[in-house]
């Protein structure tokens, strides 16, 4: 098929005009230049997931008036955007002889205290409902508004109606020493580096001594690690850190128990017990081969126990119920969620499981609550304990030096039957999840499992639950990374039942949601880096770099036709690195790592021989790029087994060679590792986010001395030179 657009007769079919009216793509343009135009009973499962009923024609033009009558009828859009320094224009529906009125309230109160201009509205935009005649003017939001989340009171001939009014940055500007220069700082799989005192599983504390080395022997700025949102309260605990129970509060499973201030209250016996458990999983310390969280937590879950019984001070009490206040319906809801998993197994979509048959209103849920106080106490205080613990991190990285500290990552979604879902199901579509369209890596599209955002109830609750995320991850980082940016603009949504290909574009309100980022940013001081890899629209491209975003430039993705682009034309700004979690590290990519595993696994689509071929043909583009930009020497290519380590450095070197604002070295390539962490495809078939970090002679690689490592030492070297 050659046309690009859909076809007059397509655009004006109700079912059609009805899908575009709430946001959802009705054709789209694949990786490969590929044009398809989507099915309708697609369109009528995307829409029915977004509470729109398109089930026959009638039911199609009924939601198209109703909806229509709504926007309409309202006052004003319950969310509304302004820009700090400029003037915006509110629209406002009002009958032709009504004068409305407006004030604001600010983020803090106050009364805003200044009167607001009216203009004219959008002539186009007059309508007759129910038999009365109605246009529209427009409020002018003054240049002068301050950031912050504020409230517009809008009141048209007795009627009343309030909107969310957030006044965001035009940009995330950046840090002082970005602005002429770059930093630079680790890539880092926390779980994956451990010290002697760690449970089997690198943890908090262990982060807190990472970042403090890291800047006092490499001079590194950051340390991009991997999402550690909430995760479940028993095991098994799901290994994929970007499945997560609840982005908005953090992994418990990172305590360290001897870090927590009554430690060291602990009487004799009681002493001993945790010495106990922590002895019996040191030995995991040494595994070279799996990370074992089960067993960990199993241990470590007993120890935290045996601390919280032991009681706080009055002080630490008041500072544990000042934290659960502030935490607020969040915390209530995962402690909750937490305290149902434990007494009542694992959710499951068994229609008599206590995830699908309860609600956090259910009589047997307050119940349990009441029959378990201090259990539900103990997972409120396992959150308090973990957010001291990480905040502690990054106090410390910042107290040594570092400019930005945790670099966070933000995991796309949310796990299906987790807290998040259950506690506030009206936020999330019901019968979708969040995939991808079928490319050259997954011809058959991908289902990602999560429940999307539902777009309408973002715009009717003034986007809480995204500002509430935003927020957490800046309260505990210098800067956010977010996996798969290209989700604030569209998500490919796949309906319950259906293949991954059988979905579309939903598309979401990316001003704000920038905005947010943007405000959020800017208090913090931070920066932001959106994960865009991949085919980007040019839109969504073009409002990336205007709000000030970072993308992501990967050495090995910056390719066109089998060419690799010198450094020095990729773009300012970006953070750049050599590789991903999802590829080998730099010594396994070299030696073909990726193809002898997906052979293994099965994931060829044609024969090996073809596959290595394609790979050796990149690996060869790669090393004449290095050569011709005088990265590498051309003997060190002519013999690259024996030049492995010169080819690994030449990679880092090229990074400096580029504009890029932020540079990122990961600690794999820096100790040799060859194992990837994540095989894209797969989930028990390889040991996807449970591999220890390891040398190049499968060696377990612990925190103390990392940085002090000759190999860690000269990428060290490269990055500050």
């Known amino acids: 098929m050659?046309?690009?657009t859909e076809s007059d007769e397509r655009l004006a079919r109700p079912l059609i005009q009805l899908a575009k009216l709430v946001g959802i793509g009705t054709s789209y343009v694949g990786m490969s230049d590929d044009y398809h135009e989507i099915d309708d009973d697609v369109l009528v499962a995307v829409l029915a997931a977004l509470g729109v009923d398109a089930s026959n024609d009638e039911a199609i033009a009924r939601s198209t008036k109703q909806i229509k009558d709504s926007r309409r009828s309202r006052l004003v859009a319950p969310t509304v955007l302004h820009t700090v320094g400029e003037e915006t224009r509110v629209l406002v529906n009002n009958g032709v002889f009504e004068l409305p009125s407006a004030r604001i309230t600010l983020e803090n109160g106050e009364d805003y205290g200044k009167p607001l201009a009216f203009g004219a509205g959008d002539g186009a935009k007059a309508y007759v409902l129910n038999d009365k005649f109605i246009t529209t003017s427009a409020i002018v939001i003054p240049a002068d508004l301050p950031a912050g989340y504020h409230t517009l009171h809008v009141e048209v001939g007795g009627r009343r109606q309030d909107a969310t009014l957030i006044s965001a940055p035009s940009r995330v500007e950046l840090l002082d020493e970005m602005k002429d220069g770059h930093l630079w700082g680790w890539m880092a799989q926390l779980y994956s580096i451990r010290s002697a005192d760690s449970w089997g599983v690198g943890d908090f504390q262990d982060l807190a001594d990472l970042l403090r080395d890291a800047k006092a022997h490499t001079g590194s700025d950051f340390a991009l690690i991997n999402p550690v949102h909430a995760a479940e309260p028993v095991s098994p605990l799901t290994p994929s850190p970007y499945l997560p129970i609840s982005r908005g509060l953090l992994n418990f499973t990172y305590i360290r128990p001897e870090s927590i201030e009554e430690y060291n209250l602990l009487g004799k016996e009681s002493l001993e017990q945790v010495q106990q458990l922590h002895a019996s999983v040191e030995p995991l310390n040494g595994d070279a081969q799996l990370i074992d969280r089960d067993g960990m937590w199993r241990a470590k879950m007993h120890a935290l126990w045996i601390i919280f019984k032991l009681g706080r001070s009055p002080e630490r009490q008041q500072a544990f119920s000042d934290f659960c206040a502030k935490a607020g319906d969040d915390l209530e809801?995962?402690?909750t969620w937490c305290l149902c998993y434990d007494k009542?197994?694992?959710?499951?979509?068994?229609?008599?499981?206590w995830e699908r048959k309860f609600t956090k209103d259910s009589p047997e849920v307050q119940g349990l609550k009441q029959q378990f106080p201090d259990t539900l106490n103990f997972y409120r205080w396992l959150e308090w304990i973990a957010t001291e613990q990480l905040d502690r991190a990054q106090a410390q990285a910042r107290?040594?030096?570092?400019?930005?500290?945790?670099?966070?990552?933000?995991?796309v979604g949310?796990?299906?039957?987790?807290?998040?879902?259950?506690?506030h199901p009206e936020n999330f579509a019901k019968g979708a999840t969040v995939g991808a369209p079928p490319d050259m890596f997954n011809q058959q599209g991908q289902d990602w499992s999560q429940p999307p955002l539902n777009p309408i109830a973002l715009e009717n609750t003034g986007y809480a639950p995204y500002r509430n995320l935003v927020h957490n991850m800046f309260a505990h980082a210098g800067a956010v990374r977010i996996d798969h940016i290209l989700g604030l603009f569209r998500l490919w949504w796949v309906p319950a039942g259906r293949k991954p290909l059988d979905g579309a574009y939903v598309h979401y309100d990316s001003e704000i949601m920038l905005g947010i980022l943007a405000l959020e940013a800017s208090r913090a001081d931070g920066v932001v880096v959106g994960e865009d890899l991949g085919v980007v629209p040019a839109y969504v491209a073009d409002s990336l770099s205007k709000h000030g975003l970072l993308g992501c430039a990967v050495e090995w993705f910056e390719q066109r036709d089998g060419k690799f682009r010198a450094p020095a034309d990729w773009r300012p700004y970006a953070l750049a690195s050599v590789n991903t979690h999802d590829l080998p590290p730099a010594a396994g990519y070299l030696e073909l790592e990726h193809v002898e595993l997906r052979e293994r696994l099965g994931l060829l689509?044609?024969?090996?021989?073809?596959?290595e071929r394609s790979a050796m043909a990149e690996q060869d583009a790669m090393l004449e790029m290095l050569v011709r930009n005088g990265y590498l020497d051309a003997d060190f290519a002519e013999h690259r087994k024996e030049h492995e380590q010169d080819i690994i450095e030449a990679q880092y070197r090229a990074l400096k060679g580029s504009p890029c604002k932020l540079l990122a070295a990961s600690v794999t390539d820096a100790v040799g590792e060859r194992r990837a962490q994540n095989q894209p495809g797969t989930n028990n078939e390889y040991p996807n986010w449970r591999i220890p970090l390891g040398d190049g002679d499968g060696n377990v690689v612990p925190v103390e001395g990392l940085f002090e490592r000759e190999s860690v030492q000269r990428i060290a070297k490269i990055m500050n030179d």
């Open 2 to 4: 050659t046309e690009r």
């Open 333 to 335: 809801g995962y402690a």
């Open 344 to 353: 009542w197994g694992a959710p499951s979509m068994d229609p008599e499981n």
């Open 399 to 411: 107290e040594a030096g570092m400019r930005i500290g945790v670099m966070a990552d933000m995991a």
């Open 414 to 423: 949310v796990h299906a039957l987790g807290s998040e879902v259950w506690w």
């Open 605 to 611: 689509a044609g024969p090996k021989e073809e596959f």
